[in-house]
């Protein structure tokens, strides 16, 4: 209770303390923590949009250490850590860029990408633009173990993600968004033209001919 006061107080240093006092106890003491998994991974999410840059990198950095400890037993948390990271991403510090792109990395790696489809899906298309290129490269790498678990999905979410941002102009977005695609279609070949449940216009038929 003591670390859940002082991690949402008015003082940034009692915030700091708290942050790095979880971190200690999520990393010390595993067991305390068995069954309050997502409690506690919320109260990092809470500090990652603080608006004091110190306690926004140390949550970052105590989720990179605490994901990197805990793997799947994170996944649970997706629906809430990704759209949070997702935020972290378009941040101006290069700092908070960096630490959100590395826990993103992990989460991606060790969840369930059943889990993390959607959340990475919504993150790409109604998040803030100068995040959508390193979504997309976390996006990727989801690709192959969501096709083996369930391949619908991958139609719904992944597949869809990479047609919205087909035609961006960003040339970040453009080179991952390329990379997505060559992605999907070693995997799932021509089902790429077909299977997304609509034919796809000639003009976006001819681009991603062109990518592939």
Do not use: W
């Not at 971190?23 to 923590?33: A, D, H, I, K, Q």
């Amino acid at each position: 209770a003591g670390i859940t006061q002082r991690i949402n107080g008015s003082d940034f240093r009692h915030r700091h303390e708290a942050v790095t006092e979880l971190t200690e106890m999520m990393l010390g003491n595993p067991e305390s923590c068995d069954g309050k998994t997502t409690q506690l991974v919320e109260l990092y999410v809470g500090r990652l949009g603080d608006n004091n840059a110190k306690v926004a990198a140390a949550a970052l950095q105590g989720l990179e250490r605490v994901a990197a400890a805990y793997g799947s037993s994170l996944e649970g948390s997706a629906g809430v850590l990704v759209p949070a990271l997702a935020a972290n991403l378009a941040n101006t510090s290069v700092q908070i860029r960096t630490l959100a792109s590395s826990v993103l990395d992990i989460v991606a790696k060790s969840s369930d990408p059943v889990l993390l489809a959607q959340p990475l899906s919504s993150a790409i298309d109604f998040g803030n633009q100068r995040a959508r290129a390193s979504l997309l490269d976390k996006m990727r790498i989801i690709v192959r173990s969501l096709h083996d678990k369930r391949p619908p999905l991958l139609f719904k979410f992944v597949v869809q993600s990479a047609l919205k941002t087909l035609e961006e102009h960003r040339a970040d977005v453009k080179s991952s968004n390329a990379a997505l695609v060559r992605e999907l279609y070693s995997v799932v070949g021509e089902s790429l033209f077909t299977n997304s449940g609509v034919r796809l216009p000639d003009k976006t038929v001819m681009r991603l001919r062109e990518i592939i």
